[in-house]
């Protein structure tokens, strides 16, 4: 899925969710600290570490990107580019990478 890069603060959601229903949340930590956007490391998929909310209990919790479905022809550190509109296997469902955008003058039109 082309688009702009993603970073710290960027709504996400998952679904299924924990429970069941869809759980939203934001990214809270990106481990990779080689690029950056606007003063902002770059989220990739299996450095990426999201805050979510149960949506039946509403109890947080941490969730680890996937390893896969980001960017093929744009990594860093070996780990692929998360972009808006990115779905990305993880935990029990698909995250889906909603903005806004680290930056909004860069994107990536490679293939997941």
Request: proline share 12%.
């Amino acid at each position: 899925m082309p688009g702009n890069p993603v970073s710290i603060g960027c709504a996400v959601l998952l679904s299924p969710g924990a429970g069941g229903p869809p759980d939203s949340g934001v990214i809270l930590a990106v481990t990779q600290v080689v690029a950056t956007a606007g003063g902002l490391p770059l989220a990739t998929a299996g450095g990426t570490i999201c805050q979510m909310v149960n949506s039946v209990s509403g109890a947080p919790y941490p969730l680890m990107v996937g390893s896969s479905g980001a960017s093929s022809s744009c990594t860093i550190a070996g780990q692929g580019l998360i972009r808006i509109g990115d779905r990305i296997p993880s935990g029990p469902g698909i995250l889906t990478f909603l903005g806004p955008p680290a930056v909004p003058f860069i994107t990536d039109n490679g293939a997941p």
